[in-house]
């Protein structure tokens, strides 16, 4: 046993050596050629004005003036907007279609199923390009769509009723809370693909708890509806725990479609940022640290609270 466990640990170093050895000259060659063409590593650029504009800023001043650094900080700051709102808005939606799903009506488990397989097998970048077309083909401001009172749907984007009551003055809405039309799009893409994939997670998990669970509360007086609330999904919720983790991920991940429709994600403006400035490996380096954080943060939250919620259960 001795002798088997030291052939491993051989047969590790042995693979972490190869690895190493081939790093060290693909970092070689790249140093080699980089000096070649008279270019070099390193993030001086990001102090450098970026000379673009950009549309969305999410409420922070940005000039052509500001430098790259900042350009980039804008898109990381859209890029956690989306990714925030988008997990809220998916497992929340994802929950009230997985539960009706399951629902003693025939009717309403065929609509909801029949939404959920369509969004479940449409390419998320098809589902992105009809929205944002949808949404540039909409009427102006003063002929918007208005589906519900205080929202509006114009080719200016959504306005919705929040922080204040939106009203037209001139030729755009004053009040609420306005999202530009890549934004809306792009939110609502992930919003809806994703919410299809966490109903299947919750109809799973809840099917997955003994049917005795169910029995036993309704035999102690509970109604259905406590019953689910109360005694089921609880239980269930820890099934489904890891599986949101992985969804929030693949969302924040997913959002780098952006570029598709010129929304100024994270992704978008460092594209931008190499083409101007020819830091290419900067740039790609900075996507991967900013993909990576997000990632890891989601999965440990995530994880933290699956945590909590075994240690309540005992």
Not at 108 to 130: D, K, S, Y
Request: with cysteine; charged share 10%.
């Amino acid at each position: 046993m001795p002798r088997r466990q030291n052939a491993w640990a051989l047969w590790q170093a042995a693979i972490l050596g190869v690895m190493a050895a081939v790093l060290w000259w693909l970092a070689r060659n790249t140093q080699a050629n980089l000096d070649q063409r008279g270019l070099g590593l390193g993030f001086d650029f990001l102090r450098q004005p970026a000379n673009f504009e950009i549309g969305d800023t999410s409420g922070i001043p940005f000039g052509p003036e500001n430098s790259f650094g900042r350009a980039i900080f804008v898109g990381l700051i859209n890029t956690a907007r989306v990714a925030v709102v988008g997990c809220v808005l998916s497992i929340t939606l994802g929950f009230v279609l997985g539960i009706s799903r399951l629902s003693s009506s025939p009717a309403l488990r065929g609509i909801v199923r029949a939404g959920v397989e369509l969004m479940r097998n449409t390419p998320l970048l098809l589902l992105l390009l009809f929205l944002a077309a949808t949404l540039h083909s909409m009427p102006s401001p003063r002929n918007a769509f208005q589906p519900l009172p205080g929202v509006f749907i114009s080719n200016r984007g959504l306005v919705l009723p929040l922080f204040g009551e939106p009203h037209l003055v001139g030729f755009n809405f004053v009040g609420g809370v306005a999202l530009s039309p890549e934004f809306a799009a792009l939110l609502g893409a992930l919003v809806l693909h994703h919410a299809a994939h966490v109903s299947e997670i919750v109809r799973g998990a809840i099917l997955g708890v003994s049917r005795l669970q169910r029995d036993a509360a309704l035999a102690l007086g509970l109604s259905s509806r406590q019953a689910m609330r109360f005694v089921i999904l609880p239980q269930a919720l820890r099934a489904m725990t890891p599986l949101l983790a992985t969804t929030c991920v693949s969302l924040t991940k997913n959002s780098s479609l952006a570029v598709a429709i010129g929304f100024p994600d994270v992704v978008s403006i460092l594209n931008t940022t190499a083409n101007q400035t020819g830091h290419s490996i900067e740039t790609m380096l900075i996507m991967m640290a900013v993909y990576l954080s997000f990632n890891l943060s989601v999965a440990a939250a995530m994880n933290r609270y699956n945590a909590g919620l075994l240690r309540a259960g005992g």
